[in-house]
C-alpha cells in the first residue's frame, strides 16, 4: 500500500503532471484518460420500457487502464475525482465512483476552473460530491443520441448500404451546410454597375460614387444603372463640363465602440480561423495544453487559461480586480473604463464556466515567448488581448459623410478617423478604420477622372468550420464540448468535403441528408433539435427529469421509423438509378445503387443473381506503355477506394491488378525496381518501390527521373510548385 495520504484521479496525464507540483508527496494522482465506460457498441444498451435505463460496459481499449485504477485505489478511503468541470466530466467521475465503489471508501469532488495551484488548493478544502443532475443531462444526451443514432443508423444502411449513419445533431448540421448549398445553388446574380469620380478641392483628393441620380437611390445591387447602356448615360452625364460640382453635406458623427466580450468557445475558434487560419479542431487541441499546462523548466507546470469549452462570458471578480490592478499600473487608471465591465451570456448558454480567460493577467504574452511553441504563444495572445480589452475604455471614432452634388447627380463618400484609442491600444486589430478622409469644406470642387466598373450580387459564402461553429452556436444546436467532433464525424463519414477553407455537401451527404429529412422531419429539425438541448439542460438544472426529456425524443422518433420500416423498398428502389443495360448473366436490368463504399452497379435480381460492378470502371481510361503481364491483355487506369490503380481490361476473366507506376526506377543500390503509387492507412498518397517488402525505399513526394546536381543521387522529388524541386538525400531545393 502507498504511503501518500490521498489519492487524486484526474482525466489527463498532463493534467496530473501539473497537480503533481502543487500537491507534493502526500498524494498519488493517476490519470483515467478521458471516459472507461460507454453504451455497448453491438447492441442498443438502453432499456426503453424501463425509464431508459443504460446499460454500460468498459471500453475494451480502457479495460488495462481500469484495471490500474482499480489496482491504485486499494488502500485508500479517501479519492478524489477531478474530470473536467462539465457535463462530461462529472459522468467520468460518476463512472469511476461506480466502477471504484467500496463500503469503505469515500469519494470528493473536486473543481476547477483553471489548473493553477491557488484554485486546486482551494478546491482541495472544500471537496464537494457528484452533481447527480449533471450526470444524467450528460447520460441522457449519451442516450439520446444513441436512440437515433442506432435505429435511424439501422435503417439507413438497409436504404445505402453499410458504413452510413444519422445523428441527432450531426444529421442537423448537415442539414445546414445542405440548405445553405441549395441556396448557392439556385441563386441567381443580378447585374449592377458602380460609378466612381475622382474630386479635387484645394489640394485635397478623394473618390466618391454616384447614390442618387434625380432624387432616387442609386448604385445598390439591382437598381439603376443595372446594365452597361444606363451606365454609360450616366457616364455622359457626369463627364458634362458644364456641371458646376459642389460638396453639398459634410456629416461628422462621433460614436464609441465598446470592446468585445471574452472567449467562449464558439467565438475563440471564429477568431482563431480569422486570424491565426487555425482550424476549429486545432484550436481546442492548442487551448487544451494551455488549459492543462505548460512546463517552465524543472518541474514546474502552469495551466494558463481557465477552461475551454464554454458558452459563458461571465468573469470572476477577482479576475475582473486583477485585471485592472495590472491594466493601472502598465497604462494608467485614466485608460480603464468608468465602471468594471461585465457582458451578458447569450439565451440558452449554461453559464456553468467562467468565459476562456487568462488564468493569471500578469503573465503577458511576452513573459511566455521563450516558453509557449509559436502556435500556443499566438492562441495565448488572443485570450489574453481580449481579456485586457474589456475592463479598459471605449475607443471613440469620428465617422465623416461627404455628399458631393451636381446636376441632378450625388456622389458620397464616408470616412473614418480614430480619436481616441481606448481598448485598440492592446490590439490594434480591434478597430479598422476606413478611408481615412482628408481636410474637406462645403463649396467648389472639380471632378478629374471617372470610371464605370460592373458588379454582380454573391450568394451568402458556403460555411468554413469555424462559420458552421458560429451557426450551430446561434440557432441552439450542439454544445461547446461537440462543436469539433460533430465535425470531424461529417468528414470521416465523407458527408462533406473540404474545399480551401469552406465546407462542400459530397454528393452522398446531400443524398443521405435529403432521405433523413424526408422520412424523419421532426428529429432533424433545426429548431426540435434546438428544443433538445434545452431539454438536457432543464436536466442539468433539475426542472426536468431524465425519463422525462428521453420520453419527448422518443415519440416522433418511434412515429417516423415505423413508417419508415413500412416503406423501407419504396425508398430503396426511389434511390436507384435506371441504367439501360441487361445483366450479362442473366439478363435482368441493371440499375446503379448505393452501398458501402458508393454507388455501384447491381443486377437487379438479387439475391438471385449476385452481379455487380464497380461504378468507376466505367470511368476508367486504357493506360498506354504497358500490358497486363498474365494474359496479355490492356490495362486500364482505375480508381477505387484506395484511389488509382490498374487493372486487366479482361476483367473478371482476368483479375490482375497493379499499382500505378511513376516510370522511376528505384534509386536503391542493387534495386531493379520501379517506383508506383501507394496509399498509406490513413489514405496519404506516397511513392515506394514496387518490390517491398525486399526493398523499402519510399518517399512522400512525387519522384522526377532527374540526378541531384549536389549529392548525384539519382531521384528528385517534387514537393508543389510554391515549394519546388527537392533532393530527398541532401535535402536542399534543386534551382531549375
Known amino acids: 500500500m502507498s504511503k501518500k ?62 484495471t490500474q485504477l482499480k489496482k491504485a485505489a486499494k488502500g485508500y478511503t479517501r479519492i478524489f475525482l477531478a474530470a473536467d468541470p462539465d457535463r462530461e466530466g462529472e459522468a467520468i467521475c460518476w463512472h469511476l465512483s461506480q466502477i471504484l465503489e467500496r463500503k469503505d471508501v469515500v469519494f470528493g469532488r473536486l473543481r476547477f476552473n483553471a489548473i493553477t495551484k491557488d484554485t486546486v488548493l482551494k478546491s482541495l478544502k472544500k471537496p464537494s460530491s457528484i ?55 439556385s441563386f441567381v446574380p443580378v447585374e449592377y454597375w458602380l460609378i466612381d469620380g475622382e474630386f479635387t478641392q484645394g489640394k485635397s483628393q478623394f473618390t466618391a460614387s454616384l447614390c442618387m441620380i434625380d432624387g432616387k437611390s442609386s448604385g445598390k445591387p439591382g ?51 480569422n486570424r491565426l487560419s487555425f482550424s476549429p479542431s486545432r484550436t481546442m487541441s492548442i ?33 475582473l480586480k486583477s485585471c485592472r490592478e495590472y491594466l493601472a499600473e502598465k497604462y494608467g487608471s485614466d485608460t480603464l473604463s468608468d465602471n468594471v465591465r461585465r457582458y451578458r451570456s447569450s439565451k440558452g448558454s449554461q453559464d456553468a464556466h467562467e468565459a476562456i480567460r487568462p488564468a493569471d493577467i500578469r503573465l503577458t504574452p511576452e513573459k511566455l515567448e521563450s516558453i509557449l511553441t509559436p502556435s500556443q504563444l499566438s492562441l495565448y495572445r488572443l485570450i489574453w488581448n481580449r481579456l485586457a480589452a474589456t475592463q479598459l475604455a471605449d475607443a471613440k471614432i469620428m465617422n465623416t459623410s461627404v455628399t458631393v452634388s451636381g446636376a441632378g447627380l450625388e456622389f458620397s463618400v464616408t470616412g473614418e478617423i480614430l480619436l481616441k484609442p481606448g481598448f485598440s491600444i492592446i490590439d490594434q486589430a480591434f478597430i479598422n478604420t476606413k478611408n481615412r ?94 428544443r433538445m438541448e434545452e431539454l438536457l439542460d432543464s436536466v442539468a438544472n433539475g426542472t ?18 415505423q413508417m419508415a420500416m413500412k416503406n423501407t423498398d419504396t425508398f430503396r428502389n426511389e434511390l436507384q438509378e435506371e441504367t439501360g443495360e441487361k445483366c450479362p448473366q442473366c439478363n435482368a436490368p441493371i440499375v446503379i445503387r448505393w452501398g458501402r463504399y458508393g454507388k455501384f452497379k447491381a443486377c437487379t ?28 491483355g490492356s490495362l486500364l487506369l482505375k480508381t477505387g477506394r484506395y484511389g488509382r490503380y490498374l487493372s486487366c481490361s479482361k476483367h473478371p476473366e482476368c483479375k490482375h491488378t497493379e499499382p500505378v507506376p511513376t516510370g522511376v526506377s528505384c534509386p536503391e543500390e542493387g534495386c531493379s525496381g520501379e517506383l508506383v ?60
Not at 508527496?25 to 431508459?52: C, M, Q, T, W
Not at 459642389?246 to 475558434?269: D, G
Not at 426536468?544 to 421509423?561: I, R
Not at 435480381?605 to 496479355?632: A, Q, V
Request: aromatic content about 8%; glycine content about 6%.
Open 5 to 66: 495520504k490521498n489519492l487524486v484521479i484526474i482525466e489527463s496525464p498532463a493534467k496530473a503532471e501539473s497537480l503533481r507540483g502543487y500537491l507534493g508527496d502526500s498524494y498519488d494522482i493517476v490519470a483515467s484518460n478521458g471516459h472507461v465506460r460507454d453504451l455497448p457498441k453491438n447492441y442498443l444498451g438502453v432499456d426503453e420500457s424501463d425509464n431508459f435505463k443504460p446499460t454500460y460496459t468498459i471500453l475494451p481499449e480502457k479495460r488495462k487502464t481500469v
Open 131 to 185: 452533481d447527480m443532475q449533471l450526470v444524467d443531462a450528460q447520460q441522457a444526451r449519451r442516450v439520446m443520441d444513441r436512440l437515433v443514432g442506432y435505429k435511424v443508423s439501422s435503417w439507413l444502411q438497409r436504404i445505402m448500404g453499410k458504413g452510413k449513419s444519422a445523428g441527432r445533431v450531426q444529421t442537423v448540421a448537415l442539414r445546414i451546410i445542405q440548405e445553405r448549398e441549395d441556396i448557392i445553388s
Open 223 to 273: 437598381k439603376y444603372p443595372a446594365c452597361e447602356e444606363d451606365a454609360q448615360r450616366m457616364i455622359e452625364r457626369v463627364k458634362d463640363t458644364g456641371i458646376n460640382w459642389e460638396i453639398s453635406r459634410i456629416t461628422s458623427r462621433e460614436k464609441s465602440v465598446t470592446p468585445p466580450p471574452p472567449f467562449i468557445t464558439s467565438t475563440l475558434q471564429q477568431t482563431a480561423s
Open 287 to 319: 487551448a487544451q495544453q494551455l488549459y492543462e499546462g505548460i512546463s517552465f523548466g524543472s518541474s514546474e507546470r502552469k495551466g494558463l487559461i481557465t477552461y475551454m469549452r464554454t458558452d459563458s462570458v461571465r468573469m470572476s471578480p477577482d479576475s
Open 437 to 530: 478622409l482628408p481636410e474637406l469644406n462645403e463649396g467648389k470642387v472639380i471632378l478629374g477622372s471617372y470610371k464605370k466598373e460592373q458588379k454582380f450580387t454573391s450568394p451568402p459564402p458556403r460555411f468554413s468550420e469555424a462559420r458552421l461553429v458560429a451557426e450551430m452556436k446561434k440557432v441552439g444546436i450542439g454544445r461547446p464540448s461537440t462543436y469539433v467532433s460533430t465535425i470531424k464525424t461529417l468528414r470521416k463519414r465523407e458527408y462533406v468535403e473540404k474545399d480551401g477553407k469552406v465546407l462542400i455537401p459530397s454528393e452522398l451527404g446531400t443524398t443521405t441528408v435529403r432521405l433523413l429529412i424526408r422520412i424523419f422531419p421532426h428529429i432533424f429539425k433545426v429548431d426540435f433539435t434546438a
Open 544 to 561: 426536468e427529469t431524465y425519463p422525462g426529456a428521453l420520453q419527448q425524443l422518443s415519440l416522433p422518433l418511434e412515429s417516423s421509423l
Open 605 to 632: 435480381s438479387f439475391p438471385e443473381c449476385r452481379y455487380s460492378k464497380p461504378l468507376e470502371e466505367d470511368n476508367s481510361s486504357e493506360y498506354e506503355g504497358r500490358t497486363c503481364p498474365e494474359c496479355g
Open 677 to 736: 503509387e501507394k496509399r498509406s492507412r490513413k489514405g496519404r498518397l506516397f511513392y515506394a518501390c514496387n518490390r517491398y517488402p525486399e526493398c523499402k525505399f519510399a518517399v512522400w513526394n512525387r519522384p522526377i527521373d532527374k540526378t541531384c546536381p549536389r549529392c548525384g543521387f539519382p531521384v528528385l522529388v517534387e514537393k508543389n510548385k510554391k515549394k519546388g524541386i527537392w533532393c530527398p538525400s541532401c535535402r536542399k531545393k534543386i534551382v531549375t
